[in-house]
């Protein structure tokens, strides 16, 4: 029997096990999983290697499955320090921030710890957030506003965390803190310029008079801009602030006219509450020519691929064709389409 007559033969009971769990949903993917999964018992021989494997599939089914009733509400993620303590101006600014975002319909992710995230959770209360807890051994676990929740994970490892914060937000606010929070800073600045994560705010938060934000600001601009390391419009992906209500804001006009994006077979597609007219649709390609490749944008109705999944077919959309590399420009562009 040939190599991919085996393939075949593989590939029929793996459905067939499918189909004896009762079916469900994804059903191809779910399929495409089970074989690389079997590939471990050859290609894998290090017990360590497979228990990162299994661990970081067993974390993420869990936290996606978690989210899942969720899916249609706004979240903002809110990181910050473990260490800054209840008395401090930051803790009290962060339980404003939360507490704001949460009055406004959305609910809140934190590391689910003490300090910044403890004043996030505090702030939204239990019932509009979300834990996402690291296990480390010198910390008890989750800080008593969350630790009780059902919409609490445990995760091991930080890249599984890390994912889980960035796929289910729609916003990031950053305090002032360590090594952590300058790794969620420029993690999450990474994925948005690079298009491996949604644009979305970032909110950058210091104290009345404060100057973390603004010394690491000047470092990214004497040294990463200066030597040419990143575009002047990658500064367009963050705003610095000391008033919470003014970060809320400006999280919330991100969406006053924006809804969401998707690329649909090479073209990429922005669905909005208010279409554009022909005359906005004329000075958006001529003010954005720059990252567009192919087709112009235009009005469209929504593509088969969306019909398909039923994603959003009641808002209207415009299409084009992005160069795919210029994401701090499509947050331009964004925010000229939130004046509509």
Not at 139 to 149: F, K, L
Not at 211 to 240: A, C, F, Q
Not at 334 to 339: P, S, Y
């Amino acid at each position: 029997m040939s190599s991919r007559e085996n393939r075949e033969e593989l590939r029929g009971k793996i459905r067939e096990l499918i189909e004896f769990k009762g079916g469900g949903h994804n059903a191809d993917l779910v399929e495409n999983l089970v074989e690389q999964s079997l590939k471990l018992l050859h290609d894998v021989e290090h017990r360590g290697d497979a228990r990162i494997i299994e661990t970081a599939v067993r974390e993420l089914r869990y936290a996606f499955h978690l989210f899942e009733p969720y899916a249609d509400r706004r979240k903002v993620t809110i990181f910050g320090s473990a260490r800054t303590s209840p008395d401090k101006v930051e803790y009290q600014q962060a339980v404003e921030f939360a507490r704001l975002c949460a009055e406004e319909g959305w609910m809140v992710i934190t590391g689910a710890g003490p300090g910044i995230m403890q004043a996030g959770n505090e702030g939204a209360g239990s019932e509009m957030s979300f834990g996402a807890n690291i296990r480390l051994p010198w910390e008890a676990g989750a800080n008593p506003v969350i630790e009780h929740d059902k919409k609490l994970i445990n995760f091991k490892y930080f890249f599984t965390r890390k994912l889980t914060f960035l796929r289910h937000s729609h916003a990031v606010a950053l305090f002032p803190g360590g090594f952590g929070t300058q790794d969620e800073a420029f993690e999450t600045l990474t994925l948005m310029q690079t298009g491996k994560a949604q644009l979305m705010p970032l909110a950058l938060i210091d104290k009345p008079g404060g100057t973390y934000w603004k010394t690491w600001e000047r470092h990214v601009r004497e040294h990463l801009l200066r030597d040419g390391l990143i575009s002047p419009e990658d500064l367009n992906l963050w705003k610095m602030t000391d008033d919470p209500a003014e970060a809320v804001k400006w999280v919330a006009r991100f969406y006053r006219n924006f809804h969401s994006y998707r690329f649909v077979r090479g073209e990429l597609v922005i669905r909005l509450q208010n279409a554009p007219s022909s005359s906005a649709l004329e000075a958006l390609n001529e003010d954005f020519g720059d990252i567009i490749t192919g087709e112009p944008i235009r009005g469209a109705e929504p593509s088969p691929d969306e019909q398909e999944d039923n994603d959003c077919l009641d808002l209207p959309r415009i299409t084009m064709g992005f160069d795919r590399m210029s994401y701090a420009r499509l947050r331009e562009l964004i925010g000229v389409l939130n004046n509509y």
